[in-house]
């Protein structure tokens, strides 16, 4: 038989890497061309989502929930996820790279003690121990230097809490209100639109300095100029694969969980790493570093490999590659609570 369920969920994973690393690279693109203006590009994102909705509901091909999601509740989805957006990009700008790749990695364990002590989800030492080797890999191919300053560390700080309780509200909120991620997506786009547009209009349409710079309205308006034309184009371009970037992330979350969707966002870092060696080799770097960077990334995928195969033989009742290769009591100390069960099946059929 085929489980479709599963087929669907690779599908979401592997839309999602690939729409996310060209989200990247088309915004790289973007802003090299002079659109450095990340608030009014997310409000643009957002709007498309509510106009692509609409007229997917129009043609009949999308349909609103039949009992609708409470504002306050869009409203706090919407606030994470826009929180979450502005506090990277903040933390980013104050902070190293390093620094900024240190507030990723901490995502996993923080996302693992909010679900722990807020909503009772439990993880074994296995699953444990796979993203310990994700957390590694990924550190050891990404952080090369960490400098914190006050502001930048509080910035990291608010974007690491916003951007786990974004994830856990995108599979909590699912299931609560029995929405799909279309359906998620779509309720949250407006509160995401209007957050963004009011950001974007005091933050990139105002000269706040006393020397003369370009805003957004300045950009646009020479948008008859081939140039600035190219570069609109492009934007809308990044509107589309933004909203292939949500739905996948959405619909992942929904048939998997906020952990899952973490690992899948360190492969994504892995690839584009890998990517990066391959098709833009930098001629002037260090040797060790490029050492650590294979080494890292090898790490991590390991950690992935490693995480899909226990989530995997746990949804089919199967041993995982730990029980194969690993001595029992080993397997024991990591997942107790399964030789726990298995030991008290055994009991009942002796009896």
Known sequence: MVDYSEIITLLYAVGNVTSSVTLVLLNKRVFSNGFYYPMTLSFFHFVFTIGFYEALRVC???????????????????????????????SLTYNSVGFYQVTKLI????????????????????????????????????????????????????AVMATAMFQIFQGTKQKEFGLSGTQLQAAIAP?????????????????????????????????AE????????????????????????????????PITFQVVGHAKTCLVLVGGYVLFPAKNM?????????????????GCVLYGNIKYASQHSREDCIDCSCPGVVAQVLDPAKYATEEEVGLTVAK
């Open 107 to 158: 995502m996993v364990p923080v996302t693992l003690v909010i679900n722990s002590l807020f909503y009772d989800v439990t993880t074994n030492g296995k699953v444990k121990l796979s993203l310990l080797l994700v957390i590694m890999g990924v550190g050891v191919a990404t952080v090369t230097d960490v400098q914190l300053k006050p502001l930048g560390f509080g910035f990291g700080c608010c």
């Open 286 to 302: 260090d040797e060790q570093q490029f050492y650590n960077n294979i080494a890292g990334v090898s790490i991590a995928f390991l």
């Open 226 to 257: 081939p140039r600035h034309a190219y570069t609109l184009a492009l934007v809308l371009g990044t509107c589309f694969v933004a909203l292939l970037v949500n739905f996948t992330s959405f619909g992942l979350i929904g048939k998997t969980g």
């Open 60 to 90: 009949g091909v999308y349909k609103r929930p039949e009992q609708p999601m409470p504002q306050l509740e869009k409203f706090k989805v919407g606030f994470a996820g826009f929180a979450s957006i502005g506090f990277m990009n903040l």
């Open 191 to 223: 509160w995401q639109s209007t957050q963004a547009l009011l950001v974007a209009g005091a933050a990139e349409t105002v000269c706040w300095g006393a020397a003369p710079c370009e805003t957004a309205v300045d950009f646009f308006a020479e948008a």
